[in-house]
T-cell receptor, first 114, second 112 residues
Framework: DAGVTQSPTHLIKTRGQQVTLRCSPI?????VSWYQQVLGQGPQFIFQ???????GRGNFPDRFSARQFPNYSSELNVNALLLGDSALYLC?????????????FGSGTRLTVV | GENVEQHPSTLSVQEGDSAVIKCTYS??????FPWYKQELGKRPQLIID?????GEKKDQRIAVTLNKTAKHFSLHITETQPEDSAVYFC???????????FGKGTKLSVIP
């Protein structure tokens, strides 16, 4: 079984640009969450989706948006990039609609904003 | 919202010794506490978790204890091995939230 796959693995963008990150959950997993991990810190919650519905949103500006598709894959969009958006963006999937339970993380997308 | 504090930030132990990492949380209604291991450049991996209706859980060399009254939980690793070297994160889910709140991590180094 494939794990949680994220693309791209690395990305360099310029301030003010827009970026789209993609996540494919483990087969059968209907829950997808997005986290931002700044170097040296723990992951911070951005969004959670279950069955294509937004279940929760973290303390991030409206420049961050996400959606989940009928096949349960997900995209995270960030507009008007700032230097401070440079981080590892992690996607986690779970088969449970139980907050935080049974997460499997992907290897992440390393975003660098210059 | 939930706040999770984790200590120590770095920990060095001799191979074979035990390691203990402690976390405190702020929301007394939090009910789920997972621990993740993240090796350098890799994804966080769930190593053990505990629910609020249980005081202790063990899985081979790893154990987690939960004190709901004091609002703290701890990770215990016995007979440490070099491959245990990694950053360990504790986390908690606040009541009615879908947000898993992480601590800032503990870098564990096991010295052969």
């Amino acid at each position: 079984d494939a794990g949680v796959t994220q693309s791209p693995t690395h990305l360099i963008k310029t301030r003010g640009q827009q970026v789209t990150l993609r996540c494919s959950p483990i087969s059968g997993h209907k829950s997808v969450s997005w986290y931002q991990q700044v170097l040296g810190q723990g992951p911070q919650f951005i969004f959670q989706y279950y069955e294509k519905e937004e279940r929760g949103r973290g303390n991030f500006p409206d420049r961050f948006s996400a959606r989940q598709f009928p096949n349960y894959s997900s995209e995270l969009n960030v507009n008007a990039l700032l230097l401070g958006d440079s981080a590892l963006y992690l996607c986690a999937s779970s088969q449970w609609d139980i907050p935080g339970y049974g997460y499997t993380f992907g290897s992440g997308t390393r975003l660098t904003v210059v | 919202g939930e706040n999770v504090e984790q200590h120590p930030s770095t920990l060095s132990v001799q191979e074979g010794d035990s390691a203990v990492i402690k976390c405190t949380y702020s929301d007394s209604a939090s009910n789920y506490f997972p621990w993740y291991k993240q090796e350098l450049g890799k994804r966080p991996q769930l190593i053990i978790d505990i629910r609020s209706n249980v005081g202790e859980k063990k899985d081979q060399r790893i154990a987690v204890t939960l004190n709901k009254t004091a609002k703290h939980f701890s990770l215990h690793i016995t007979e440490t091995q070099p491959e245990d070297s990694a950053v360990y994160f504790c986390a908690a889910i606040g009541a009615g939230s879908y947000q898993l709140t992480f601590g800032k991590g503990t870098k564990l180094s096991v010295i052969p």
